[in-house]
């Protein structure tokens, strides 16, 4: 694509079309962007049009802006096994100009560009991209009193460094770190100071100070990256600069930075947020260094939350900053005597804890019209930046000193605010509500989402809680009435779990059943929550999990509230009931056989609706688990029934076929193995139909669909073999293992394939295509050795000799070059069987090796020469630790919940294969070596005298043990 005017007009069409509200306007010209973006000089192009000469912000501009970074976004970093869609010259024309253009632009454009050096830089900066700090840093400086360029500069350097606090440590990491500190921080601290002296020069001029205060959070966010990870010496030497000028910012007042908004924050609110995040990073992790300036920070802190802020939204990020900067030092024995004198904790409580508690006019106007926000900030864990969730930090902080004291000024404000609940429920709701959480936050010591509360306060009686509050609210007939204390009460009932009496969990399953129909989101998805949360107790109560028996009075009502409430129009697609109906199907078991013909019908319908425009990853698997669940349980009972399912379900995932509904085909292909590895021979005509269509190459080409793909095509071999051998398909079907097998990435699903194709068609069929597949694989093997190809190939190898005998192996090697397989046994065998993980992995390579060892004539009469050592090597992979199979039980499986369609295969957990054993006819691999061992032995009497020559003394003894425990002598 050359670099022209033309093609820049043309480009520019395009981009102004693809903001086009027409989609058959939007559409084609997407698809051409698509089209071209690996063309040389294409980004290049887009920078160009970035440049023109116009100040103006244009759609075209903005659209390139937009387009230039997503495309740096998906095709910079080069993927293994993918070719590179960017030029090198392409590569380093934008990294020798992208710096300067940025600098140019308007400030909505600069923010694009400089994503996109941030991006490049990930992969780039230091190594490839050298330049890229000193021309900031160079461009810092010549832009001194330029404060739109400095903010650009200061932009990109934030996006740059931001990794640096959540990366893991490593010397790559500190050495990059020591490089960025080494050129930058000098030129940070000095336009800091320089920022700070200008704000005071232009004390009265709102417009300036609007800008210099933004340098100064950029600078104060740059500085928390630098010092995220150790502190760096520059920033010790230097620590009475910066924290004499953290400590005047954050105490300055000037009421032309105060926002006059109730919701938004001003720059002097947001910049000493960010201060406050500062200096909790040192009182959390330089504390030595940092304990001469704490004092006045505390008094910093406190001033400002309690003169300084309100309960306006604006303040949030500020008092929740402020907040957990006092926590961070709470905790502290040495900072005691801050918060032990008479009153503080009093006034700690009622002052911030108290307050910053509250259920306020926003938090029920997001639980109303928000639900979903309000859900993942209260359940999942993301209210990092909630007056809520630092409060309750402070509270643990100070328990940490302070336990019995705080716990006992605590107790008395919850029986006060249960009294004023009691005096009118209706109008003082919002007083139990904070009472509930005041009572959570004491009594959790510690938790995870995974598990709730781990460790709780010995001063707080939960189950009396419970039962003289919890218990009041779940019970009440009315399921909308107070909606928020009904969310209040399911959510302790969650967290309280682990240390709740059982017979008290078993009975609250009734009202959380009657609250999934509650008209209130929230409430139905806390009741939903909870309905899982509870089924995946492993001891509830100390007891067993509960049963399907247990659950079966409340089960009916229970799905059919699930579903009523997915049929409201706020929960079509609600993850968390999806969830509650998958894992109540799994707790149930075969309890659920009445109920199938129905769940069915409606789990088909919510298929057939959410097809159409998947949009909601969880809830689209959760709902093709429950399928799966349903089919596993079903036909545990009774095989037959898996023909009821493929009537229903093949006519929708036919459609889903057609339509090529990418993020759904996965789940099709996992769900058509499981009812087809169920199903009785003869199978359906429909299974060979859609056979041929299988094999078709766009299918392969995504990632996704490899892996239940393969297992599909298993499935077709072991139950079709004959049928796929009439239809003349062995060709397509090596050829599809051809591609998987050259794959770094896939090669395993190659193998995978391979081994059930030797495992079920038979030899004759397979013996003209064996030289091929045997010369395909050490092509491969020459060309890109990895430890996962090998261990592959090593089982791979041990089953053909477990099945077909080691000198018709060895027959298929040693053609391709003569005694190759004596190589194969030197250097692959040898050195790397034990590397082979897995029970059934390892069974295989032990029949197949032990049959090497002792019924391979090539091995036994000389013709090659290490049979003592790959007697060794055998005899060390069983004296591995044994590995398990894993929890049988799938039900307490977590399924790892995604932000977004991914182009990775997400198993389904119920839908899950157990290995086909080739072997079944060998029970103990141990015996059967010393079995066959002794049987060789008594033949060939000279390996008696190579067994005790050549084979270390530990190993003989541990085939000694072997053939006690087979009953057989062990002749040497």
């Known amino acids: 694509m050359e670099a022209s005017e033309q093609n820049l007009d043309a480009l520019a069409a395009y981009l102004e079309q693809t903001v086009s509200a027409d989609p058959a306007v939007r559409k084609p010209a997407e698809k051409f962007l698509e089209s071209v973006e690996d063309k040389q000089n294409y980004a290049i192009l887009l920078l160009q049009l970035l440049s023109r000469s116009t100040d103006q912000v244009t759609v075209v501009k903005l659209a390139a802006a937009v387009t230039f970074k997503n495309f740096i976004k998906r095709n910079w970093p080069v993927k293994e096994d993918e070719t590179d869609r960017i030029s090198e010259l392409d590569r380093q024309a934008i990294k020798v100009h992208i710096v300067s253009l940025m600098l140019s632009l308007p400030a909505k454009l600069q923010k694009q560009v400089s994503d996109a050096i941030s991006i490049i830089g990930v992969s780039d900066f230091p190594d490839k991209w050298p330049t890229l700090l000193p021309e900031l840093v160079r461009s810092m400086a010549e832009s001194s009193t330029d404060f739109h360029k400095i903010n650009g500069i200061l932009q990109t350097a934030h996006s740059l460094f931001r990794r640096y606090r959540h990366e893991f440590r490593s010397n790559e990491l500190f050495t990059e770190m020591k490089y960025a500190i080494e050129q930058l921080a000098a030129p940070l601290t000095q336009l800091f100071k320089n920022t700070i002296a200008l704000a005071g020069e232009h004390a009265n001029n709102p417009k300036a100070l609007e800008v210099l205060f933004g340098s100064l959070v950029l600078i104060c966010k740059i500085f928390y990256s630098l010092n995220s990870q150790d502190l760096p010496e520059f920033f010790e030497d230097n620590m009475e600069i910066w924290m004499t000028s953290f400590h005047q910012l954050l105490t300055t007042n000037n009421r032309l930075l105060e926002s006059d908004s109730e919701d938004e924050a001003g720059p002097l609110e947001i910049l000493k947020s960010q201060i406050c995040d500062n200096i909790t990073l040192y009182a959390q992790k330089y504390d030595e260094e940092f304990h001469e300036h704490l004092p006045k920070f505390v008094e910093a802190a406190w001033n400002l939350l309690v003169n300084q802020t309100t309960l306006q939204i604006k303040h949030d990020l500020l008092a929740c900053n402020a907040i957990q900067f006092l926590a961070s030092v709470a905790g502290h024995d040495k900072y005691k005597s801050l918060f032990e004198t008479e009153g503080t904790l009093t006034t700690i409580c009622q002052n911030v804890v108290v307050p910053n508690m509250q259920f306020r006019d926003v938090d029920e106007e997001q639980f109303e019209d928000n639900p979903e926000e309000y859900i993942r900030r209260d359940i999942e864990g993301s209210d990092v930046d909630t007056r809520r969730r630092a409060a309750c930090d402070l509270v643990h902080s100070l328990c940490k000193v302070f336990e ?41 010591k510690a938790k995870t989402e995974k598990l709730g509360a781990t460790k709780t306060n010995r001063l707080v009686d939960l189950t009396e809680f419970f039962s003289t509050t919890i218990a009041e609210l779940l019970q009440a007939p009315d399921v909308n009435d107070q909606p928020v204390l009904k969310a209040a009460a399911i959510k302790f009932v969650v967290t309280f ?60 009502s229970m799905l059919t509230n699930m579903f009523s409430a997915l049929a409201q129009p706020s929960s079509l697609e609600n993850d968390y009931v999806m969830k509650a109906i998958m894992r109540t199907l799994s707790a149930a078991r075969d309890h659920i056989i009445p109920l199938v013909p129905s769940l069915l019908v409606q789990l088909k319908e919510k298929v057939t609706m959410v097809s159409k425009n998947p949009s909601k990853p969880n809830f689209n698997h959760y709902l093709f688990e429950s399928i799966s669940c349903m089919i596993r349980f079903t036909c545990q009972k009774d095989v037959a029934a898996v023909a009821h399912f493929e009537n229903e379900l093949f006519p929708i995932f036919q459609i889903i076929l057609q339509s090529d509904v990418l993020e759904f085909l996965p789940y099709v292909f996992q769900i058509l193995s499981m009812t087809l590895e169920i199903h009785p021979a003869p199978v359906p005509d429909a299974y060979m139909a859609l056979f041929p269509l299988l094999l078709m190459p766009v299918l392969w080409e995504r990632q996704g669909n490899i892996t239940p793909l393969v297992r599909l095509l298993q499935a077709y071999v072991c139950k079709c073999g004959r049928q796929i051998i009439e239809l003349g398909k062995m060709e397509p079907l090596l050829g599809v293992w051809q591609k998987l097998i050259a794959s770094k990435t896939n090669d395993h699903e190659g193998f995978a394939l391979l081994r059930a194709i030797v495992e079920f068609i038979p030899l004759d069929t397979l013996s003209p295509f064996l030289n091929t597949i045997f010369t395909i694989i050490f092509q491969r093997l020459t060309a890109a050795k990895t430890v996962k190809f090998i261990k592959g190939l090593i089982v791979f190898f041990s089953l053909y000799a477990g099945k077909f005998g080691g000198a018709s192996l060895i027959a298929q090697v040693d053609p391709l070059q003569p005694r190759l397989f004596n190589m194969v046994l030197e250097k692959l065998f040898i050195p790397d069987l034990q590397k082979v993980a897995g029970p059934l992995d390892r069974k295989v390579c032990a029949v197949g090796v032990t049959n090497l060892l002792t019924a391979t004539p090539d091995l036994l009469d000389g013709s090659y020469t290490c049979w003592s050592e790959a007697l060794v090597a055998l005899v060390r992979l069983f004296e591995l630790p044994e590995e398990a199979d894993g929890d049988d039980d799938d039900h307490f499986a977590e399924i790892e919940e995604q932000s977004g369609y991914q182009t990775v295969y997400a198993r389904l957990i119920f839908a899950g294969k157990s290995r086909h054993d080739p072997f079944p006819e060998v029970s103990d691999v141990k015996s059967a070596l010393a079995k066959s061992l002794h049987t060789m032995l008594s033949q060939k009497a000279q390996f008696q005298g190579v067994i005790q020559s050549s084979v270390p003394a530990d190993v003989q003894q541990c085939l000694r043990t072997y053939c006690q425990a087979a009953g057989v002598a062990p002749l040497f």
């Not at 004291?405 to 404000?413: C, E, L, Q, S």
């Not at 009975?507 to 929230?522: D, E, G």
């Open 404 to 444: 019995g004291p705080v716990t006992g000024i605590f107790k008395a404000y919850v029986a006060n605010l249960q009294q004023e609940y009691r005096a009118d429920p209706a109008k003082n709701w919002r007083s139990l509500d904070t009472a509930i959480y005041l009572v959570s936050t004491l009594a959790s």
């Open 497 to 556: 779990r682990q240390h709740l009496p059982r017979q008290v969990l078993l009975a609250v399953f009734q009202p959380l059943a009657a609250h999934l129909a509650s008209s209130s989101t929230v409430v139905h998805t806390y009741a939903a929550h909870g309905v899982e949360r509870l089924l995946m107790l492993q001891k509830p109560g100390e007891g067993a999990p509960f049963s399907g028996a247990e659950l079966e009075p409340v089960l009916t």
